[in-house]
């Protein structure tokens, strides 16, 4: 057979060369996501709100709030702020349902939504919630979630003391705010246009820096009154972000190698209708070639004579 694959390849190296090169047309204009790309179809919807009083959010990361000179200790002060940020993972019967639910909890505790995302796929549901109580509500809104879930996967607690940060910016800023009142002073008794230009220029740094500390501390104020959790809920406890205790598990394989199958046969009919479609261009490929070489043959053959 092989043998004869390769006589015929011989024999037909010009129609051989217009079928490689029409195989490799149709695969590169196959979709990426076609070959080899996730299979998972699906619906998603998603919304974020990012702030918290109805004042806008910045990160201390952002490098206009950077703040990297490291605090000094203040240990002697009772009423200390930190930062508290929960996870959740919950295993539920209806991942929708559960998610109107907590956004109603949300509401009843004067809290508010930050993010929503949900995904809706023919395997199931999935949604990730990023909301914000305030810091006292926290544990009525842990337990609360912890009755809605059939099964709590995982949950953890996570604080981050800013006080001695939120002080020693106070400071900062009390000496800027100072220093920006002597400039002032200065500017007023300034004769010459020179001498105004560079105190207002000085003027402008000290501000810069003023505004910087300000939005640190209005930033720290938010994320202190407040606390974050983050839900993840799903139908499927493969759909949260776990690692299962128990490491090997015959019916998560199962499940998983069916879903691998599905997969395969969906890229094995995407790329069986790209062919489809794509198989006229090919034929009249193959047909043209087959013409060309007919009259090819005709015309090399000799003529004979009477």
């Known amino acids: 057979m092989i043998n004869k694959i390769v006589d015929w390849i011989k024999r037909n190296k010009l129609?051989?060369?217009?079928?490689?090169?029409?195989?490799?047309?149709?695969?590169?204009?196959?979709?990426?996501?076609?070959?080899?790309?996730?299979?998972?179809?699906?619906?998603?919807?998603?919304?974020?709100?990012?702030?918290?009083?109805?004042?806008?959010?910045?990160?201390?990361?952002?490098s206009k709030y950077q703040y990297a000179r490291e605090a000094t200790p203040q240990p002697d002060v009772t009423n200390r702020k930190v930062v508290v940020n929960s996870n959740f993972s919950l295993l539920v019967k209806d991942v929708t349902g559960t998610v109107e639910m907590i956004k109603e909890k949300t509401l009843q505790m004067a809290g508010?939504?930050?993010?929503?995302?949900?995904?809706?796929?023919?395997?199931?549901?999935?949604?990730?919630?990023?909301?914000?109580?305030?810091?006292?509500?926290?544990?009525e809104t842990s337990k609360y979630l912890r009755t809605i879930a059939v099964k709590v996967v995982s949950e953890n607690v996570d604080g981050h003391d800013v006080t001695d940060q939120y002080i020693d910016i106070e400071r900062r800023l009390g000496d800027l705010e100072a220093q920006r009142a002597r400039m002032l002073a200065i500017l007023d008794k300034a004769t010459t246009v020179n001498e105004?230009?560079?105190?207002?220029?000085?003027?402008?740094?000290?501000?810069?820096?003023?505004?910087?500390?300000?939005?640190?501390?209005?930033?720290?104020?938010?994320?202190?009154?407040?606390?974050?959790?983050?839900?993840?809920?799903?139908?499927d406890e493969l759909g949260l972000p776990y690692t299962p205790a128990q490491s090997w598990r015959p019916q998560v394989i199962f499940k998983q190698a069916v879903r691998s199958m599905l997969g395969t046969l969906q890229d094995i009919g995407s790329f069986g209708i790209w062919l489809a479609v794509y198989l006229p261009i090919i034929l009249g490929a193959v047909v043209v070639f087959v013409v060309i070489k007919k009259i090819i043959r005709k015309r090399s053959k000799p003529v004979q004579t009477l």
Not at 113 to 137: D, F, W
Not at 211 to 227: A, F, H, I, P
């Open 196 to 235: 105004m230009l560079t105190v207002q220029q000085a003027l402008n740094q000290i501000q810069d820096q003023i505004d910087s500390y300000k939005g640190q501390l209005q930033y720290m104020d938010g994320t202190t009154k407040t606390s974050k959790l983050t839900v993840y809920v799903s139908t």
């Open 15 to 62: 129609l051989t060369l217009l079928l490689i090169g029409a195989g490799w047309w149709v695969l590169n204009s196959i979709p990426r996501t076609l070959l080899g790309g996730s299979t998972m179809m699906g619906v998603s919807e998603s919304y974020a709100v990012d702030s918290y009083g109805g004042a806008p959010m910045m990160a201390l990361s952002n």
């Open 112 to 139: 508010y939504m930050v993010n929503t995302n949900i995904n809706r796929t023919e395997y199931g549901e999935t949604a990730t919630l990023q909301l914000r109580v305030p810091s006292e509500k926290v544990e």
